[in-house]
Structure formats: C-alpha cells, structure tokens
C-alpha cells in the first residue's frame, strides 16, 4: 500500500506564495513521475506540473514562469513552489505519483487526498 501525504495549503493574498510538499511512504520500490493537478470548483481536474526521476519538469502554461516543481528522491517527495499567486489558481491541489511496488509488475498511479489554496484577491 502506498500512500501519498500532501501539506503546505493555505490562504494566501494575490501575489503571494505558498509551497505544497508531498512525501510517498509505504511499500514503495521506485518513484518514477510525480505531479501536482487541481481542481477547480465546477471544473475539471488539470496537469499544474510533472517531474520525472531524472528531474525533467513539465508545466501548464497557465502557470510557466510562476511555478517551480522539484523533488527530493532519497525522502520520495515532490514540492511545488508557487509564486505570484493569483485568484484564479485557488483550487484542491492533488499530488500523483507512478510507483513501482513489485518487480515484475506495471508501475502504479497514487494520488493524494488533496490540499486547498485559496488566493484572495
């Protein structure tokens, strides 16, 4: 079983920043790609950020320039640093993970129970 804690949600003014950490414990081999989505009230849940082992991050456009995703391999947990914060990024912000538990087995897919952010404006 694996389990995926996020923390560092909050309300923060427009222009602020927070940071969102997410650890992976359990019975985890390897930890491949791991994320950050949101979801929106009356919207869908979309990609916020990616990043791979090897530390190749992918972002949303929506938030290039303003977000920093990084990882911490040895402690299994992805941070997501969000600066110049604006109303519209206020969401539940859900960590993902693709782990592997057993050799010879397909990687699994994790998420987290979520964290809000609310940006005031």
């Known amino acids: 079983q694996v389990q995926l804690e996020e923390s560092g949600g909050g309300t923060v003014q427009a222009g602020g920043s927070l940071r969102l950490s997410c650890a992976a414990s359990g019975s985890i081999i390897s930890v491949n790609v791991m994320g950050w989505y949101r979801q929106a009230p009356g919207k869908q849940r979309e990609l916020v950020a990616t990043?791979?082992?090897?530390?190749?991050?992918n972002y949303a456009d929506s938030v290039k320039g303003r977000f920093t995703i990084s990882r911490d391999n040895a402690q299994k947990t992805v941070y997501l640093r969000m600066n110049s914060l604006k109303a519209e990024d206020t969401a539940l912000y859900y960590c993902?993970?693709?782990?592997?538990?057993?050799?010879?087995?397909?990687?699994?897919?994790?998420w987290g129970q979520g964290t809000q952010v609310t940006v005031s404006s």
């Open positions: 990043i791979t082992s090897v530390g190749s991050a």
């Open positions: 993902n993970a693709d782990v592997r538990t057993r050799y010879g087995f397909p990687n699994q897919n994790y």
